[in-house]
């Protein structure tokens, strides 16, 4: 193929995976949004698990599907695919019927990641395919940019032409993809190649799905049935069984199998596939919390948030057009999966360390550290495992790579984000039993001004107003007591002089009246001196009194001991359930005081998921140590074939023609 023809088929290559990766940029800066209005943040792992989940088990059908009947027809069912759920996902009531629809959408994504991949292999030797990286990388730093801005702009909308804004996060898929429909029909155009098969492996298709789906299920659900559930144990005993029926179809179907065993005798992709599954559980599982905490922690809007993650899109651009540029001139690529698997380490190893009042360039070094390793890993690893193919297993061995990744991913998504909500309502209780931190949010919380503010009016009445209540109601009632107890002993007294007639039976009630008065009095000094917030009515009414910052922290400091004390012991009155964590608007714009324990609480939540991310990336650089890889072909698949297929005519014509000299009666 010609420079030119090769141009016209990546343009119609980017213009699909702009579809794919704006997607994907623009649902997360905006899913925290979404998650409040449907009142189901904390269910916001199901709508990424369902859309990873059929992508991957999706992938490598597509694969198997383009080496039988050709990448063009697969790559615009797959755009077809992912216009019809983006319209179906745009009408979602609730997180549920959301997760349902991104399902649809995941489907036509499994054809969108892998199918640009496997067309490269075809037209392009491994070694010249860097060259043409940096189209692809254009359209992926595009997508970055604008999704986010985009994403940001319109979860922040409250409508947009009477459509809810977050619904446009959806919808803006639908143009987008019919223009990338009429450019891939228009200008993807590949040789033919002739079909060596028809088989297509369902077993295989079937056995992948009864492998992946109970994992990943109880994987996302663990925490709330329970990892030692009968239903978690179902789970576990279907999915084992799942993998051994797959093991077993894939070795009955041979060379029609959807992910061919024969791969893995190779080194090099069996290599490359467990370090792409690390890889990817780290990246996508951690990565889905970065916008999380640069919205609940930093208090940055969507839009902000978008923007903030530049440093690890600048960060995978500069590392990809370099390793790229070096893979074309060497040839070689194994040292970048050491420094990628390195660099990925060491970023999350810096988020480990934030606070929840760190600065925003800590979290951007650490991201543009994970992004110089993510950029040297993302195209290595498919580069390898093409690599060790020819062309008719191009694309099971492309959409073979992005599967394991995306398994990886999958379970990434599922495990960390399960971790992150697992942890929060513990970490957030254990952020009031700090002293300093409860003291200041109580002060807050009492303070009628600080309470009364239209801006705190979300997270009084969720999370303060019934510890206000119950504590203030609780310190009334024991003064009230007092005051009750001092008034009944003065009446007694009072009773008891006039049965000894020491005061005439006339003025009994002038006499009680008095020694009433008196005692309210000296039971208010006691009261106000115990607590300074009590006032005392001439008639012996309790109230209690914030308004005062002095006597309010007196009052703090005395109350703060008893709650430390419940919060520490789990008192069910103080504990905080995820259900509380379904709907965070509630931290928007409100006193700084009173959000800090939700802040510490995710930030110490998010920082064990950083832990986990790292030790996973880790292992992938301890693996990548032992990765052997051969020097790149410098042929592409497509040119291997032609030149194979023109060999085998010349020899044929050869012989032909020696039998004619030589005089043969039947022809070779």
């Not at 893995?264 to 467990?274: K, Q, W, Y």
């Amino acid at each position: 193929m010609t420079h030119r023809m090769i141009m016209f088929v990546i343009f119609g290559l980017m213009a699909g995976m702009f579809l794919s990766a704006l997607d994907q940029t623009v649902v997360g800066t905006s899913i925290r949004t979404i998650g409040d209005d449907l009142q189901g943040l904390s269910l916001q792992a199901w709508v990424t698990t369902a859309y990873l989940i059929v992508s991957t088990i999706s992938t490598p059908i597509y694969g198997k599907l383009s080496d039988i009947f050709g990448r063009r027809p697969l790559f615009l069912i797959a755009i077809l695919i992912f216009i019809i759920g983006s319209v179906l996902a745009s009408f979602s009531t609730s997180m549920v019927e959301l997760a349902a629809f991104r399902a649809i959408q995941g489907l036509g994504a499994g054809g969108l990641m892998s199918m640009p991949l496997a067309i490269m292999g075809d037209i392009l030797a491994p070694r010249e395919r860097a060259k043409y990286q940096g189209y692809f990388l254009a359209v992926f730093g595009i997508s970055s940019v604008i999704g986010p801005l985009v994403g940001g702009l319109f979860a922040g909308a409250s409508q947009i032409l009477f459509i809810t804004g977050w619904r446009w996060v959806f919808l803006i898929n639908v143009p987008i993809g019919i223009v990338a429909l009429a450019i891939v029909w228009r200008f993807l155009h590949i040789p033919k190649q002739p079909r060596h098969s028809v088989r297509i492996d369902w077993w295989g298709a079937t056995t992948v799905i009864v492998a992946l789906v109970p994992l990943l299920l109880v994987a996302e659900q663990g925490r709330e049935w329970g990892w030692g559930s009968p239903i978690a144990i179902a789970c576990y005993v279907i999915g084992a069984l799942g993998i051994l029926a797959f093991v077993i179809a894939e070795t009955a179907m041979k060379d029609d199998a959807l992910i061919p065993l024969k791969l893995f005798r190779s080194p090099t992709f069996s290599m490359a596939t467990i370090i792409g599954v690390l890889v990817g559980f780290g990246m996508f599982g951690a990565m889905l919390t970065l916008p999380l905490y640069l919205q609940l922690v930093l208090g940055s809007s969507p839009t902000q948030s978008g923007f903030e993650m530049l440093p690890m899109i600048l960060g995978l651009m500069i590392a990809s057009i370099a390793s790229g540029q070096i893979i074309a001139r060497t040839g070689r690529y194994r040292m970048f999966p050491i420094l990628g698997t390195a660099l990925m380490s060491i970023g999350f190893f810096l988020l480990t360390f934030l606070k929840y009042d760190s600065p925003y360039w800590h979290v951007a070094v650490a991201m543009l550290v994970i992004g110089l390793g993510l950029g040297q890993l993302m195209q290595t690893l498919t580069i390898a495992s093409q690599n060790s193919v020819g062309l008719r297993d191009m694309g099971v061995a492309t959409s073979g790579s992005t599967f394991f990744r995306q398994i990886g991913g999958t379970l990434g998504t599922a495990v960390l984000l399960s971790l992150l909500f697992t942890l929060m309502p513990s970490n957030i209780i254990g952020s009031f039993s700090d002293r300093g931190t409860l003291t200041d949010a109580l002060d807050a919380a009492f303070d009628p001004t600080v309470s009364s503010a239209p801006a705190n009016e979300k997270i009084m009445s969720s999370i303060y107003a019934p510890i206000v209540a119950q504590t203030t109601q609780a310190v009334t009632q024991q003064a009230q007591q007092g005051v009750q107890q001092a008034t009944d002993a003065a009446t007694q007294a009072v009773a008891a002089q006039v049965a000894a007639g020491q005061i005439p039976a006339a003025a009994q009630a002038q006499a009680t009246q008095a020694a009433v008065a008196q005692a309210v009095q000296a039971a208010a000094t006691q009261i106000q001196q115990q607590v300074p917030v009590a006032r005392v009515a001439a008639d012996g009414t309790v109230s209690l009194d914030f308004s005062n910052a002095t006597d309010r922290a007196a009052f703090v400091d005395t109350v703060a001991t008893t709650l430390e004390d419940r919060f520490t012991s789990g008192d069910e009155n103080t504990s905080i359930g995820g259900s509380t964590l379904d709907d965070t608007s509630f931290l928007v714009g409100a006193d700084a005081r009173l959000t800090k324990p939700f802040l510490v609480g995710f930030n110490n939540s998010a920082t064990t998921v950083y832990w986990t991310a790292m030790g996973v990336v880790l292992l992938a650089f301890v693996l990548s140590l032992f990765f052997r890889t051969p020097p790149l072909r410098a042929k592409s698949a497509l040119q291997e074939a032609a030149d194979e297929r023109r060999g085998k005519k010349e020899e044929d014509e050869r012989a032909e023609e020696a039998a004619a000299q030589s005089g043969a009666l039947i022809a070779p």
